[in-house]
C-alpha cells in the first residue's frame, strides 16, 4: 500500500506542475516603474507577451526611460514596430524598444544606445 501512496503522491505533484505551467503559459513579467507596480515588487505580467523600455523625450538621448508591460500602452503588440524619432543631430532614435523575454526590459535602452566603452560617442 506504500508503493501505492508514493506512486499517487508522485502523480499528484506532476498534475500541479502542468497546471501551473498551463496557467502561466501566455504571459511573461517584465520590470516596471510605473506607480501601480510599487505593490507588484516593480513588476508586471504581460499577456501581449511583450516589455517595453521608452525614452521619456525622443528628442534628448540622455532622457529618463519609462519600463513596463505592453499591455499598459497598447492592446496589440504592433506598438512594437514603433516609429523613430530624430535626435538633435539628426540620427534616428528608437522611441520604443520591445522585447519578449521575462525580465528582459530591466536592463533598458540607454545600455542598448550607449557606445561600448572606449569608443566616442
Same mark, same amino acid.
Given at each position: 500500500m @506504500?508503493r501505492?501512496? %508514493?506512486?499517487?503522491?508522485i502523480w499528484l505533484?506532476?498534475?500541479?506542475? /502542468?497546471? +501551473?505551467?498551463l496557467?502561466?503559459?501566455?504571459?511573461i513579467?517584465?520590470?516596471? @516603474?510605473a506607480a501601480?507596480?510599487? /505593490?507588484?515588487?516593480y513588476m508586471?505580467k504581460s499577456?501581449?507577451? +511583450?516589455?517595453?523600455?521608452?525614452l521619456l523625450? =525622443?528628442q534628448?538621448?540622455? !532622457? =529618463?526611460?519609462?519600463h513596463g508591460?505592453?499591455? %499598459?500602452?497598447a492592446s496589440t503588440a @504592433?506598438?512594437c514596430? /514603433?516609429?523613430? /524619432?530624430?535626435?538633435? !543631430?539628426?540620427? +534616428?532614435? =528608437?522611441?520604443?524598444?520591445?522585447c519578449?523575454?521575462?525580465m528582459c526590459?530591466y536592463?533598458?535602452?540607454? @545600455?542598448?544606445?550607449a557606445?561600448?566603452?572606449?569608443?566616442a560617442s
Amino acid at each position: 500500500m @506504500d508503493r501505492h501512496s %508514493s506512486y499517487i503522491f508522485i502523480w499528484l505533484q506532476l498534475e500541479l506542475c /502542468a497546471m +501551473a505551467v498551463l496557467l502561466t503559459k501566455g504571459e511573461i513579467r517584465c520590470y516596471c @516603474d510605473a506607480a501601480h507596480c510599487v /505593490a507588484t515588487g516593480y513588476m508586471c505580467k504581460s499577456e501581449l507577451n +511583450a516589455c517595453f523600455s521608452r525614452l521619456l523625450d =525622443p528628442q534628448n538621448t540622455n !532622457s =529618463p526611460l519609462t519600463h513596463g508591460c505592453l499591455d %499598459s500602452l497598447a492592446s496589440t503588440a @504592433d506598438l512594437c514596430q /514603433a516609429k523613430q /524619432a530624430r535626435n538633435h !543631430s539628426g540620427t +534616428a532614435v =528608437p522611441t520604443l524598444e520591445c522585447c519578449h523575454e521575462d525580465m528582459c526590459n530591466y536592463r533598458g535602452l540607454h @545600455d542598448v544606445l550607449a557606445p561600448p566603452k572606449g569608443e566616442a560617442s
